[in-house]
């Protein structure tokens, strides 16, 4: 699925603002992310991350040689440079987790990785849809992967892990319906 600029703008405006309950696809996919300290903190960082990420989408020209990198949080960019260990502890860890989950999948560098929102770049197979707390130490994170179980995800695993994930569970492809009750009952 190619991103438009439509798609990109209705996806920043997901991170900015929660969904309404009736908006969803028939089906969107799930990541069950347990974390270490306090969910909302988490759950802020990673939109922190992503939302300059999606933006790049819809305002850069990625054939130029830099992107612009100004929004993107001190602790990502320290996390995905050949300096991890000015990024703070939660991303160091992250970025050590990310590797056992992928079997010693390389760290992403930020470049890379921001190329992954070039709205031509289509390895990219998920839009963020949502995100909350479901606990103390948990976080669901829910994207549109257009119906698909297997789709490209190796860049949300990457900024999932190193905002402080300490496991992940997923995708799982869920109907809508569970995240609209879910959405409901979680702020």
């Known amino acids: 699925m190619m991103h438009t600029s439509d798609s990109l703008a209705a996806e920043l405006q997901r991170l900015r603002d929660r969904p309404r309950a009736d908006a969803a696809p028939p089906v969107l ?3 069950v992310i347990d974390v270490q300290g306090d969910a909302a903190a988490y759950e802020r960082r990673l939109r922190s991350m992503i939302s300059p990420a999606v933006r790049l989408g819809s305002t850069a020209d990625f054939e130029q040689e830099g992107l612009p990198v100004g929004d993107v949080p001190d602790w990502f960019a320290a996390v995905s440079s050949q300096q991890p260990e000015q990024a703070p502890q939660f991303a ?3 970025r050590d987790r990310y590797a056992e989950h992928t079997g010693g999948g ?3 560098e930020l470049r890379d990785w921001l190329y992954r929102f070039d709205p031509d770049e289509d390895s990219r197979g ?3 849809w949502d ?5 103390s130490s948990r976080v669901h994170v829910w994207v549109d992967s257009w119906g698909e179980s297997f789709f490209g995800c190796q860049d949300l ?7 402080g994930a300490v496991r992940i569970d997923g995708p799982t492809v869920q109907q809508s ?3 609209s009750a879910e959405r409901n009952t979680t702020r």
């Open 177 to 179: 319906a569970v995240w």
């Open 92 to 94: 160091r860890a992250g």
């Open 126 to 128: 998920w839009e963020w």
């Open 106 to 108: 390389r760290p992403w």
């Open 157 to 163: 695993l990457w900024g999932a892990y190193t905002a």
């Open 131 to 135: 995100a909350a707390p479901v606990g």
């Open 29 to 31: 996919s799930l990541f």
